[in-house]
């Protein structure tokens, strides 16, 4: 298996833009979560998926933020419109299913944004 | 809520052992892990332990847990610069009705 795909790697856009992050999770896996990295905040977990519905969307930071699962094989993570302080690595994870040491979950290579 | 600690960097010269320090307070914590993460990279698990273990040993890893106290260690033995990488302390519930509480992570910093 190729692993958590996200994509772009890498988004440079200007205050006001869209930016839309994209991940694929690992075939098979139940779970997905979205997190957001900086150096001031540290790792935070902004939402998560089962079975493509979310769960627990508590750390969505703001309006601005949203998400979506259409199926089991796609996530997007939405920004509108971006703002500097938005700058940071998003990281998408997928797990296969809770209750087991499975609940580990892999991390996708992460999506570094900036926002100028 | 659930909270994980840990301290935000370490240093140690090649060769040395390296103690990461975590500290957690959700008592229905079943399983604890550690994270790795390497430049420009995602996490990467390195190993866990169940609450009911006191310690495991993976190679040059060392894991050990305070149950009573809430406190988790990771040793890395011989220590390479390799090794240099912030590491994440995690913990979940057997019920697993929530998501994994992360620390902030530690930075390990490695000198030649």
């Known amino acids: 298996d190729a692993g958590v795909i996200q994509s772009p790697r890498h988004e440079v856009t200007e205050m006001g833009q869209e930016v839309t992050l994209r991940c694929k999770p690992i075939?098979?896996?139940?779970?997905l979560f979205w997190y957001r990295q900086t150096m001031m905040r540290g790792l935070e977990l902004l939402i998560y998926?089962?079975?493509?519905?979310?769960?627990?969307d508590s750390g969505m930071p703001e309006d601005r933020f949203s998400a979506k699962m259409p199926n089991a094989s796609f996530s997007t993570l939405k920004i509108q419109p971006s703002e500097p302080r938005d700058s940071a690595v998003y990281f998408c994870?997928?797990?296969?299913?809770?209750?087991?040491?499975?609940?580990?979950?892999?991390f996708g290579p992460g999506t570094r944004l900036l926002v100028l | 809520g659930e909270d994980v600690e840990q301290s935000l960097f370490l240093s140690v010269r090649e060769g040395d052992s390296s103690v990461i320090n975590c500290t957690y307070t959700?008592?229905?914590?079943?399983?604890l892990y550690w994270y790795k993460q390497e430049p420009g990279a995602g996490l990467q698990l390195l190993t866990y332990?169940?609450?009911?273990?006191d310690m495991k040993q993976d190679q040059r890893l060392t894991v050990l847990l305070n149950k009573k106290d809430k406190h988790l260690s990771l040793r890395i033995a011989d220590t390479q610069t390799g090794d240099s990488a912030i590491y994440f302390c995690?913990?979940?519930?057997?019920?697993?009705?929530?998501?994994?509480?992360f620390g902030s992570g530690t930075r390990l910093q490695v000198q030649p």
């Open positions: 075939s098979g896996h139940d779970y």
């Open positions: 998926f089962n079975n493509n519905v979310p769960i627990d």
């Open positions: 332990i169940f609450s009911n273990m």
């Open positions: 994870a997928s797990s296969p299913a809770p209750g087991m040491i499975s609940e580990t979950q892999y």
């Open positions: 995690a913990e979940g519930d057997y019920t697993g009705r929530r998501a994994l509480t």
């Open positions: 959700d008592s229905s914590s079943t399983y």
